[in-house]
């Protein structure tokens, strides 16, 4: 088979390109196809690209999205910390005891929060380095 079809199976977008080798690719509803598959799609038409660079490009995407999904799960993490220690401070600020626990949590949803945004950067700058490693131009 020749060209690029492009069909849905379960939620998730599916490529074939030459010889029938099949890529999946998780499609973002709002979006369309992402950055990277629109690149890899049009390159690939040109000739310019082969299977392994197609591959290594989606991975470099996939990476980048569940780099992405991890920090939001930080975010959310962080705020049911200090969600919890907001209801502890209102309800329950007569208890010295539940005090503590509110401030702790407090704390707690600070560190994970500004953990998160640390491990984000730190990832996205390592497939910063790696993208223009793989792909120098």
């Not at 992402?34 to 082969?50: P, Q, W």
């Not at 799960?73 to 910390?81: D, E, K």
């Not at 919890?84 to 005090?99: K, N």
């Not at 949590?105 to 600070?110: K, Y």
Request: aromatic fraction near 14%; proline fraction near 1%; charged fraction near 20%.
């Amino acid at each position: 088979m020749h060209g690029f079809t492009f069909g849905r199976f379960f939620g998730l977008e599916l490529l074939e390109v030459c010889y029938g080798l099949k890529l999946r690719v998780q499609a973002n509803a709002d979006y369309g196809l992402s950055k990277a598959l629109r690149t890899v799609f049009c390159c690939h038409k040109e000739g310019s690209l082969s299977m392994d660079s197609i591959r290594d490009k989606l991975a470099l995407e996939r990476t980048r999205l569940a780099n992405e999904r991890t920090f939001l799960a930080y975010v959310r993490t962080a705020l049911s910390l200090i969600a919890g220690a907001a209801i502890l401070f209102e309800f329950f600020s007569t208890s010295p005891s539940y005090l503590v626990v509110a401030w702790f949590l407090a704390v707690m949803g600070v560190i994970v929060f500004f953990i998160g945004i640390y491990r984000f950067r730190a990832v996205r700058s390592e497939l910063r380095v790696e993208s223009e490693t793989t792909d120098p131009g």
